[in-house]
């Protein structure tokens, strides 16, 4: 008889990389390719602003010195994402989590919910070429097609400092907890995207394996 053909289950996907190195858009892509839901902490922030003037002035404070998040803000919203997503479909986590008490709270909520084991890479580019990048980088802010206001020198220079410290951490947690591995930012968008798949290629046919072995028989 044929061998019985065994569905794995979804990919979960983490995004992680340095300033302006192009997260987002490659986020975007990946997440349509493998049917993820994208969670863009950005969005849900800007929703979660739109319906709460108080903490719209909280996090309006924090952007404008170039200081994180509030970790009870953020705890809440991948509480709420993570427990509200279909176990059917992956998540990609884009551009986070930027501190490791986030990435122990996402791994604890992925292992309470049987997630698989996400993949985590992280887009890395020259220093000096994120500070390029971020001073030209145009978002929409305040409902006008502008620089962000967190991309001023000082609360740049703050952001850099503070993120430089806490991703260190974030990652060497998921170094030690699942499959990670660094992605070159550098050269055209194309060919960022193509050492990504790459990398999700090479995880993927090895988890289809030992998922297969660990499931061989099982109805």
């Keep these: 008889m044929p061998s019985k053909t065994v569905k794995t289950p979804p990919l979960n996907l983490v995004l992680l990389g340095d300033p302006g190195a192009g997260k987002a858009t490659q986020a975007e892509y990946f997440a349509k390719k493998y049917k993820m839901f994208d969670y863009d902490m950005g969005r849900e922030l800007t929703l979660l602003r739109q319906k709460d003037k108080k903490i719209d002035a909280v996090l309006q404070q924090k952007n404008d010195k170039g200081l994180l998040t509030p970790t009870a803000i953020v705890r809440k919203l991948n509480n709420d994402t993570i ?48 500070v390029s990048r971020i001073q030209q980088r145009q978002g929409y802010f305040n409902t006008k097609f502008s620089k962000r206001a967190d ?30 591995a660094n992605i070159d930012g550098m050269g055209t968008r194309a060919q960022v995207r193509a050492r990504i798949q790459k990398a999700i290629n090479f995880y993927l046919k090895n988890y289809q394996e030992i998922y297969k072995e660990n499931n061989n028989g099982k109805s």
Excluded: C, W
């Design 83 to 130: 427990l509200r997503t279909p176990t059917k479909t992956g998540i990609l986590f884009d551009g986070h989590p930027k501190m490791v008490g986030e990435a122990r709270i996402i791994a604890k909520l992925l292992k309470e919910t049987n997630r698989t084991k996400p993949l985590v890479l992280y887009i890395r580019i020259p220093q000096q070429e994120v």
């Design 151 to 180: 991309d001023s020198a000082a609360a740049l220079k703050n952001r850099a400092k503070y993120y430089r410290k806490n991703i260190a951490e974030v990652v060497e947690f998921f170094k030690s907890t699942y499959t990670f």
